[in-house]
């Protein structure tokens, strides 16, 4: 089975500076996404950036990117310009052949003004 | 989008209740998760064409239904108090899943 694991449970940010959010994940499949969603107070899941697994670039939508080393099974999501607006929950998931989504237990961001 | 309602409901150990979802207009595909306070969700099953092709680790009393019009419920029977948590609903155009799935705000359940 497939597993997704995000090591901070809490990060903080300066307002205006760079965080990167870790997440590792387990899976035998070779064709599979992953995903970053946000989770704010309303509750409702936000894709921010979405990566192939067959593909070796980066995903990046403006100030969010991502750093993918598919032989280390490594995802970190990278915030540069952090904004108040980006404080949330950030929740990495996978889906592979199954087509459920598996997510990591979440990473709390709080941007600092 | 994706609307779920209500949007908070309490209920009592042992009792019913059945959440409602309307999928995004054009999807064809709905997904049920579980998120307990302070966790990420879990799945709990997917429906596709009105059939449950896809089940997590729920037991029967999570049941479902998905309706021609996209539109679909999550019942659970003899509700315990570990079911309390926030029930998100997903849709999305069948295997399309990779294109990431659009979710509802969910229900708030409590289990008193």
């Known amino acids: 089975a497939q597993t997704v694991t995000q090591s901070q449970p809490e990060m903080s940010v300066q307002e205006a500076e760079t965080v990167t959010l870790s997440c590792t994940y387990d899976?035998?499949?070779?064709?599979?996404?992953l995903f970053w969603y946000k989770q704010p107070p309303s509750r409702q899941m936000i894709l921010v950036i979405r990566?192939?697994?067959?593909?070796?670039q980066n995903a990046t939508e403006n100030r969010f990117s991502v750093n993918f080393q598919k032989a280390a099974k490594s995802f970190s999501l990278k915030i540069s310009d952090s904004q108040l607006g980006d404080a949330a929950m950030y929740f990495c998931?996978?889906?592979?052949?199954?087509?459920?989504?598996?997510f990591g237990q979440g990473t709390r961001l709080t941007i600092n003004p | 989008g994706v609307t779920q309602s209500p949007t908070h409901l309490i209920k009592t150990r042992g009792q019913q209740v059945t959440l409602r979802c309307s999928s995004q207009?054009?999807?064809?595909?709905v997904s049920w998760y579980q998120q307990a306070l302070g966790q990420g969700p879990q799945f709990i099953f997917q429906?596709?064409?009105?059939?449950?092709?896809g089940r997590g680790n729920f037991p029967p009393r999570f049941s479902g239904l998905q309706f021609p019009n996209d539109s679909s419920e999550l019942n659970v029977n003899a509700l315990e108090l570990d079911d309390s948590a926030l029930y998100l609903c997903?849709?999305?155009?069948?295997?399309?899943?990779?294109?990431?799935?659009?979710f509802g705000s969910g229900t708030r359940l409590t289990v008193v």
């Open positions: 997903a849709s999305s155009l069948a295997g399309t899943g990779g294109y990431g799935y659009t």
């Open positions: 899976t035998s499949e070779s064709d599979y996404y």
């Open positions: 990566q192939e697994a067959y593909k070796q």
């Open positions: 998931a996978y889906i592979g052949g199954a087509q459920k989504l598996v």
């Open positions: 207009s054009g999807h064809n595909t």
């Open positions: 429906y596709y064409r009105e059939e449950e092709n």
